[in-house]
């Protein structure tokens, strides 16, 4: 049997992605005792409003590696209320040169159960009308359309070898005309993809994750790394953060006990001399940049003369 791709919903999104590892596997990882004889060639994982954590072969979450992988969550999930798919893209690496991507969506107004036909808008049970938003919700027709525009398209690229298709995991306008009218979050990653600053390596707030990378602010309040939260934290393994680092930054756009405005806060990344060459740097590279805004305030900022006249006084 050849050329496979596995799809799982909820519980069934995470299993898949676990299937794909323990293909690769001659052993059990729990018990050794037990031998596995998989190696089916699976080349495609498609992963629908998954959770993340309720398995953990080894006590960890499984490494994944070299399979094509689509994933898409709703805003209005009332069952997996957070992206928990995002960690499963995360931790999915590529052979250098692989021909293999990986694509996330977070659709709003999609909930958890009608991207099939027999869960319904109920993601909590009776229960829903009273705490949940289901006047908001897609139409169940809409939601599942979007369903089998990417699922279809995804499997013809990665079955079939059709690259037409593969503009739509870049930017979803290429087929806006085809998906229900909502808005759409998405991600793209292939084996060509290189991380100036992840923020996983190390504790330097000064270095990126490649070599040689130097990363410097001015004029913030804030600069420090520390974990992504997920919006419902309940449970350790399962819904407590998004697994992985990012860069804290806030400013104030004037200094302490003044209106007048203060210059812009800035932050440079530097690059060591040869990586645009060795990463074949070109006008086809683009640089990507996930940024965020926060509701936090800002701490205030000191006009830099303040601290030279505390300086002298002292």
């Given at each position: 049997m050849g050329n496979i791709a596995l799809i799982g919903h909820s519980r069934g999104g995470e299993a898949v992605a676990l299937a794909a590892a323990f293909n690769r596997l001659t052993r059990y990882p729990?018990?050794?005792?037990?031998?596995?004889?998989?190696?089916?060639?699976?080349?495609?994982?498609?992963?629908?409003?998954?959770?993340?954590?309720?398995?953990?072969?080894?006590?960890?979450r499984a490494p994944l590696r070299d399979f094509n992988y689509l994933v898409f969550h709703g805003s209005h999930d009332g069952d997996v209320t957070s992206f928990h798919g995002l960690r499963i893209f995360n931790r999915l690496q590529f052979?250098?040169?692989?021909?293999?991507?990986?694509?996330?969506?977070?659709?709003?107004?999609?909930?958890?159960g009608?991207?099939?036909?027999?869960?319904?808008?109920?993601?909590?049970?009776?229960?829903?009308?009273?705490?949940?938003?289901?006047?908001?919700?897609?139409?169940?027709?809409?939601?599942?359309?979007?369903?089998?525009?990417?699922?279809?398209?995804?499997?013809?690229?990665?079955?079939?070898?059709?690259?037409?298709?593969?503009?739509l995991f870049r930017d979803h306008r290429v087929a806006g005309a085809w998906l229900p009218k909502t808005m759409y979050i998405t991600r793209f990653m292939d084996s060509s993809f290189r991380?100036?600053?992840?923020?996983?390596?190390?504790?330097?707030?000064?270095?990126?994750?490649?070599?040689g990378v130097t990363l410097h602010g001015a004029d913030f309040s804030t600069w420090r790394e520390g974990r992504l939260d997920l919006r419902s934290s309940n449970r350790a393994t399962t819904s407590s953060s998004q697994l992985n680092?990012?860069?804290?930054?806030?400013?104030?756009?004037?200094?302490?006990?003044?209106?007048?405005?203060?210059?812009?806060?800035?932050?440079?990344?530097?690059?060591?001399?040869?990586?645009?060459?060795?990463?074949?740097v070109g006008p086809e590279t683009t640089l990507e940049m996930h940024v965020g805004a926060l509701d936090d305030e800002p701490g205030p900022r000191d006009h830099p003369d303040a601290e030279e006249e505390d300086e002298g006084g002292e």
């Open positions: 729990d018990d050794a005792s037990l031998e596995f004889d998989f190696g089916f060639d699976i080349r495609s994982v498609i992963s629908i409003a998954p959770v993340d954590g309720q398995y953990l072969p080894a006590d960890r052979a250098s040169g692989s021909d293999m991507f990986k694509s996330a969506v977070y659709v709003y107004r999609a909930n958890h009608q991207w099939n036909t027999v869960w319904g808008a109920h993601d909590n049970g009776p229960r829903s009308p009273r705490i949940l938003a289901l006047d908001g919700l897609l139409p169940p027709e809409d939601q599942r359309e979007f369903g089998r525009v990417f699922v279809s398209a995804f499997l013809d690229i990665t079955l079939k070898g059709d690259d037409r298709y593969r503009p991380p100036l600053a992840d923020f996983e390596e190390d504790i330097d707030v000064t270095t990126g994750s490649a070599p680092q990012a860069l804290w930054l806030a400013w104030n756009n004037s200094y302490r006990g003044s209106d007048d405005p203060a210059p812009p806060a800035a932050f440079t990344f530097s690059l060591p001399a040869g990586l645009a060459e060795e990463w074949s």
